[in-house]
């Protein structure tokens, strides 16, 4: 999606005379984006100083004993919690935990925090900002102690405040409203929770140094079209507030300063980007039907409720995979079968009879566990390899109760429209049997809560993305009824890269023979025993793979909803025929630059 400059933000001659820096990054989401940068870095908003009248002061101190209150649940719940992570990571969090709840009892914090409102006439949150300043000061100043630990008590009393503030405020737990519309946001990082806050109509674009591919960052940049680059090494410490930067998420460059060659070249691709697609989006109404006539199903991936709008825009005919995660994202408790029921109804009937495959939950590996952390942000290496360990069906064995609530609020969905529930990470088949009996448990207390149900019931169907998987596909088939083939974390796993990694970005090659033969086994085992299959991996957002997919016998891709024209012009001018060849022929080579240079060739002479 492209982005227009801010027309409040013109270049000052001063910042002209800068000499323009490039960082070249991994281009993530395409389009460019021209604006004022935004560093992730620049302080957050104050608390504004507030005075009270004396006649509020016991309210006041009521409000801060209630925030007090709350934030002493919190961290209990988080207590009762922590047993679900690894175990480096409870070692980290019990003792920070404990400090905490200390820090709320009969300590200096607090006792000077009612001080404040009492002597200072101030509102609750500033005496609590006030106090923990103060404090936070004079364990710097204390003399004779190492500076690093000093630091860390420090910021331990300052995270403490944080929380009483954000309970008193209501805030949610980050936020980007200081962003202004039509900034470029610059930042070291950016989780996945991170991205879910922003707001595509009002930021132009993001650069980022860390982060790769295929990561989850990186699968909402592009589900929300915002402009992006990761992987850009030194552009957060380059970046000065405010400075003109332009962001190409197509090449992968990130220009500060530009000059005004660089800029006149930037404001000449937002034009032609915006023109393509004007173009793509008078595809729309056709059908997604080869020349030789096979239907080719088009389905939008949705990861955020705010892409519904794009889904609807973009001709895809339903949702092949909805990522439930955004529900357990940036908060600090669990949304309960009541809040999750209304969730995926909302999204159904916003469907309008299309079918929407949700996905239960897939947490863990690269994707935080903020919600069954309380919001604490794990400081060490937490699990040493995060993406084999508490992932996707496996939490949810684990957790029985969540995976119950999730499965009674989709059934519950399933009756305003046809739904379909898909399992993550699945490696085996007492995985599938036992996610199985959960759903008929759950079946049957509805029936006798007297709920009333989708008939025939939603069916039940597993992400093909390990090797394991992929591999077992034949067996797996026959106790499944459907497979997603999930070719982001398929090829992680097969080829042993981190997908959201940027210094092993060029390794992570979903044209990796081993990667097709992983996909090619499970297409033909689901084929063969008439299972529907689909792909929902970034592969089937590149139009230049269509061939290869539809030629390997597949026909449903579910991608990013921006991808969907792009993949339907595609399909309109391919033979099913000539794509079996082709794949035959693909599938014999066992170099991937061969075989995407293969690729290229076909996608240019069938253009
Ligand atoms: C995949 O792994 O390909 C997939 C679609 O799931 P996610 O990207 O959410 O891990
Ligand atoms: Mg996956």
Known sequence: MSRTET???????ARRALPEQQFLGIAIASGVAIGPAFGTREPPVEVARHKIAAADIEAEGARLEAAIAQSRKQLAKLRARLSLLPEDSQAEIGPLIDAYLRMLGPSRLIRGARRRIAEGLVTAETAVTEEADAIAAAILATPGDEGTGRRRRAEEVHEIARRL???????????????????????EQLRPADVAL????????????????????????????????LGAVGVAEAVRPGAVVIVDGTSGVVILDPSEESLAAA???VAAFARERARLGRLRRLSAETLDGQQIELQANLELPRELPLIAQSGAAGIGLLRSEFLFMNREDLPDEDAQTDHYRTIVEAMAGDPVTIRVLDWGGEKELEAFTGGFMLMGPGEANPALGMRGIRLLLRRPELFEEQLAAILRAGVAGPVRILLPMVTSLAEVRAARETYERVVRRLRRRGERLPE???PLGIMIETPGAALAADTLA??????????NDLAMYALAVDRSAADVAPLYDPLHPAVLRLVQFATEAALRTRRGVSVCGEMAADPRFTPLLVGLGLRSFSMNASAVPRVKQAVRGLRADDCARFAHRVMERGDPDEIRAMIEAFSRAEA
């Open 7 to 13: 027309p409040r933000r013109r270049i000052s001659p």
């Open 198 to 229: 922003l707001d595509p109509s009002r930021i132009a674009g993001v650069a980022a140094a860390i982060g790769g591919r295929e990561g989850h960052t990186a699968v909402l940049l592009r589900a929300l079209g915002i402009p992006s680059v």
């Open 456 to 458: 025939p019931l939603p």
């Open 478 to 487: 026959f106790e499944v009824d459907f497979f997603a083939i999930g070719t």
């Open 165 to 187: 503030v954000r309970n008193l405020t209501r805030q949610p737990y980050q936020s980007f409203s200081g962003l202004p519309d039509g900034a470029v946001l610059i930042a």
């Open 267 to 269: 404001r000449r691709s």
